[in-house]
Each structure stands twice: as C-alpha cells, then as structure tokens.
C-alpha cells in the first residue's frame, strides 16, 4: 500500500487529476487532492507525481514510510 500526498506547493494545473483521475482531484481550494490514502500501488500515480510541475506529490510505502520514486 501506498500513501499519496499533496503538498501546498501545488498550483491545480490538473496533470495528476487528468493522468490518475481515480487518484486525484480538483478541489475547491483549485489545489490537488488524493481522494483517498492508502492506495494499492498503481503506476498512474507514479506518472502523475512525475509529470507534477511543482514536484508537490509524494508517494510513500504505507508499511516502511520509505519515499517511492516517481521516476521507476
């Protein structure tokens, strides 16, 4: 499992929602969220923490904390 988290570095520019729509979404505040955390590992959210602008996403290992690079 994985935990996803965004931080207040994100501008809501919607590549994460558009690339791992049931991982992220747009909300109120115009930011990014993750619906729900932890997550089974899925590689769209790997793409989307990559192809972040701000670098605002992190993905961890929701046993070890370990940081999960984006960049597999």
């Known amino acids: 499992m994985w935990n996803v988290a965004v931080s207040p570095a994100c ?9 791992a729509p049931g991982h992220f ?3 109120a ?3 990014s969220h993750p ?3 932890p997550v089974d590992p899925d590689d769209a959210i790997l793409g989307a923490a990559a192809s972040c602008p701000m670098e605002a996403i992190t993905v961890t290992d929701a046993d070890t904390g370990t940081h999960v ?4």
Not at 11 to 19: E, Q
Not at 69 to 72: A, G, T
């Open 35 to 37: 619906p729900a955390t």
């Open 69 to 72: 690079d984006p960049f597999i």
């Open 29 to 31: 505040d115009g930011r």
């Open 25 to 27: 979404a747009i909300g």
């Open 11 to 19: 501008i809501g520019s919607g590549v994460c929602a558009g690339s």
